[in-house]
T-cell receptor, first 113, second 115 residues
Framework: DQQVKQNSPSLSVQEGRISILNCDYT??????FLWYKKYPAEGPTFLIS?????DKNEDGRFTVFLNKSAKHLSLHIVPSQPGDSAVYFC????????????FGKGTKLSVIP | DTGVSQDPRHKITKRGQNVTFRCDPI?????LYWYRQTLGQGPEFLTY????????KSRLLSDRFSAERPKGSFSTLEIQRTEQGDSAMYLC?????????????FGPGTRLTVL
């Protein structure tokens, strides 16, 4: 039972264009969401997060949008750069005294120069 | 370097052997987490410590797995009688404060291969 779903295993984007990575969740208890980036042979690196009381959070080239009614969030990267090529994971906290993060399977982003 | 460190980075063992991994969290982080990642999957939660207390364990953590965090500093994860299904990347993370929304910072992981 995949509670966090990233339905696109891969995405290719031209350098300078927008990258949009999508994430859906099924657990209505999730109330805080994070995006991590992972390069091969490294651990995940935190990118950006959003609380369920917000619908948008922006940090430089990265913006996360949250649509609670649709249980959907997306990560926008503008402009995309070759160094952004990595696997991106969506993760969520469910609160209720639990400190574990639930991750999606990831989307591999390739930014083509 | 003040990031999370893990040792060893790679471990190859034969089925049935015991293995132990070490994680050193970011200094002064009182929370420490272990995750497992298999090919094509995202990290899956195994267990969580607040200081030296192990407060949460996943059902993935079978009785062959044990984790400790003596004195609330570094942590070890031991797998006894390893099986081929234990082959995975074992990730450690730490976070600084008491609210559950704190960002978890990950180490580079230990890749375990069980032959």
């Amino acid at each position: 039972d995949q509670q966090v779903k990233q339905n696109s295993p891969s995405l290719s984007v031209q350098e300078g264009r927008i990258s949009i990575l999508n994430c859906d969740y099924t657990n209505s208890m999730f109330d805080y969401f994070l995006w991590y980036k992972k390069y091969p042979a490294e651990g995940p690196t935190f990118l950006i997060s959003i609380s369920s009381i917000k619908d948008k959070n922006e940090d430089g080239r990265f913006t996360v949008f949250l649509n609670k009614s649709a249980k959907h969030l997306s990560l926008h990267i503008v402009p995309s750069q070759p160094g952004d090529s990595a696997v991106y994971f969506c993760a969520a906290y469910s609160g209720a005294g639990s400190y574990q993060l639930t991750f999606g399977k990831g989307t591999k982003l390739s930014v083509i120069p | 370097d003040t990031g999370v460190s893990q040792d060893p980075r790679h471990k190859i063992t034969k089925r049935g052997q015991n293995v132990t991994f070490r994680c050193d969290p970011i200094s002064e982080h009182n929370r420490l987490y272990w995750y497992r990642q298999t090919l094509g999957q995202g990290p899956e939660f195994l267990t969580y410590f607040q200081n030296e207390a192990q407060l949460e364990k996943s059902r993935l953590l079978s009785d062959r797995f044990s984790a400790e965090r003596p004195k609330g500093s570094f942590s070890t994860l031991e797998i006894q009688r390893t099986e081929q299904g234990d082959s995975a990347m074992y990730l450690c993370a730490s976070s600084p404060r008491d609210t559950y929304t704190d960002t978890q910072y990950f180490g580079p992981g230990t890749r375990l291969t069980v032959l």
